[in-house]
């Protein structure tokens, strides 16, 4: 890329002393959805009526107060929608709609008709500011600029008298703020909001849209702050952000403009919006919530609310998109396993209200209405603590600590083999047939035990068998203190190589008559090798006998 040089920094912002560096967000802002304007408009297949009434309801249901319904002048389809919204009195009561305008009598008068019978309203008025729209778009001066905006003001304000009964809030937008001189668009907003009369009963709402990002997030906060401590009469103005993704940097540029002094966001969910999206309003939301700060939206169910949001724009959720993407909560890297599965574990004897700190989460995936079976998935990069999750949670299989290497072993280098993401029922099916059902090179064709009468203060048991060992039937007996130690015992007198069992583990699992014994068993031979075995039966005895020929059978 030889070409760098026609391209230059975006440079300074003459400010001093700024106070955002040391700012913290403490509450929420006011949220404006605009996914019925900028996010409609940016769909290859804009939405209909009914899509649009659908989606309207998901953003009430979400919590957002104020609403950006469309552009009800430029469009039929605008114009019912907006009509149905205030005839079938679909509107909230504590909800405020939005709509955008060109400021063109014609197109105001319009807008005005077709708000008749709301409650209340934002006339979203705007126009372009940036050197390159002056220069190239309109071929005017600053003065004339000006002047296009002060006509739509008073425009808006002539037409008045047709919103009886409805309550006007006006909002002003200087279109390319983000590449307009600062000083300029402080100019521009002071003329409009004389002109509209703002006060502190009746403030204005100052839209100031990072069109095209073209800075870095920290010059963006000190366009902020340099307008919020140059405008004046502060207290009868509403700085609100409209932020775009043209950098990537749409979230962390919304964060820092609050920090600045910004009132109000605007913005779309998961980001949808022309070229690279509109500000991702579920991200700043949920972040603010992983500082503690309640965001006053619901995406206690996000999935739901991801799931609706797809279907009626068509558009996917990248599958890594923050908080919502289905790969957010999944860990397919061994070390990460092994750190989440620990903290959920230690996260389960503590209180429910405990600070939360789980590795590699950073956020407790029921806040947002997900699940923890999800945090877990396998592939071939996986490790040994993965596997076992999945057998924990999943099936009630809870292996001893030290049985993880060969259990992840096995699971790893199968995800290897088929070059992609086990399923849990993949796991287990591996799971079993490696421990569970493996018959050589040891298998038993019959078995019983009888229970002695104590010589002794320790109970004895005969344990009498059929085996087969590497194609060869063998009947063996031997007593022993009990099934397992019987069974051992009964081994020696044949061709199995000799062992001892150096540790045992056992649980149950189900509930009721369907309650069955898991046994784990750890066998070292003479020369020091060690393998593991596992059992199930409804003995527990018997359980521990299938483990040791589980673990045998290992030697392979």
Same mark, same amino acid.
């Given at each position: ?78 114009? @019912? ?12 009561? @504590? ?137 004046? @009469? ?45 500000? @991702? ?276």
């Amino acid at each position: 890329m030889t070409n760098a040089r026609k391209y230059k920094p975006f440079g300074k912002i003459p400010i001093t002393n700024r106070t955002w560096p040391d700012n913290e967000i403490t509450r929420p802002p006011v949220w404006c959805s605009v996914d019925l304007r900028d996010g409609n408009q940016a769909l290859a297949v804009p939405m209909g009526v009914e899509q649009k009434l659908a989606f309207f309801d998901l953003l009430v249901k979400v919590g957002f107060k104020e609403i950006e319904v469309g552009f009800p002048s430029a469009s039929q389809t605008e114009y @019912d929608f907006l009509r149905r919204l205030i005839e079938e009195d679909r509107i909230p009561e @504590d909800v405020t709609i939005q709509v955008l305008c060109q400021a063109r009598e014609h197109l105001v008068i319009k807008t005005f008709e077709c708000l008749k019978g709301a409650r209340r309203a934002i006339f979203h008025i705007y126009n372009s500011t940036s050197p390159a729209q002056r220069k190239y778009t309109f071929n005017k001066s600053k003065e004339e600029i000006i002047q296009i905006a002060l006509d739509g003001v008073r425009c808006v304000k002539s037409c008045l008298p047709m919103a009886e009964g409805t309550e006007i809030q006006l909002e002003y937008s200087p279109e390319s703020f983000s590449n307009t001189e600062i000083e300029f668009a402080v100019e521009i907003c002071e003329a409009v909001k004389k002109e509209w009369g703002a006060s502190k009963d009746r403030k204005i709402i100052l839209n100031l849209p990072t069109t095209v990002e073209c800075a870095t997030p920290n010059i963006h906060a000190d366009q902020i702050e340099y307008f919020a401590t140059h405008i004046t @009469d502060r207290d009868s103005v509403i700085i609100s952000l409209h932020n775009h993704n043209d950098r990537g940097e749409g979230v962390a540029s919304c964060e820092l403009a609050l920090l600045a002094g910004a009132d109000r966001v605007e913005g779309t969910l998961f980001g949808n919006g022309e070229r690279t999206g509109n500000l @991702d309003i579920v991200t700043v939301a949920l972040n603010m919530y992983t500082q503690g700060v309640d965001p006053g939206l619901d995406f206690s169910h996000i999935s739901d609310t991801a799931n609706m949001y797809m279907e009626l724009t068509g558009m996917p959720i990248h599958p890594r998109h923050p908080y919502a993407g289905e790969l957010v909560f999944t860990a397919f890297s061994g070390s990460h396993q092994d750190a989440i599965r620990k903290g959920m574990a230690a996260r389960a004897k503590m209180p429910a209200d405990a600070v939360w700190d789980v590795p590699y989460l950073p956020i407790d995936p029921h806040d947002v209405g997900r699940e923890y079976e999800e945090i877990i998935r396998i592939n071939s990069q996986s490790g040994k603590g993965g596997s076992a999750w999945i057998l924990e949670q999943d099936y009630g299989i809870f292996l001893p600590k030290a049985m993880h290497p060969a259990v992840g072993a096995v699971i790893t280098a199968a995800a290897d083999t088929l070059q992609r993401e086990v399923t849990p029922a993949e796991i287990y099916d591996l799971f079993a047939k490696q421990w569970l059902t493996k018959t050589t090179p040891l298998k038993i064709l019959d078995l019983a035990e009888t229970h002695l009468e104590a010589s002794s203060s320790a109970a004895q048991v005969m344990c009498r068998a059929s085996i087969e060992w590497q194609g060869k039937t063998y009947s063996i007996g031997a007593q022993g203190n009990g099934p397992l130690d019987a069974f051992v015992a009964a081994l020696r007198d044949t061709p199995v190589p000799v062992f001892s069992i150096s540790a045992f583990h056992e649980h149950s699992v189900g509930t009721g008559s369907d309650t069955d014994a898991m046994a784990y068993i750890e066998i070292t031979m003479e020369d020091g090798r060690k393998f593991w075995g596992c059992g199930k039966s409804s003995n527990i005895g018997r359980a521990g006998i299938a483990a040791v020929v589980s673990a045998v059978n290992q030697m392979q």
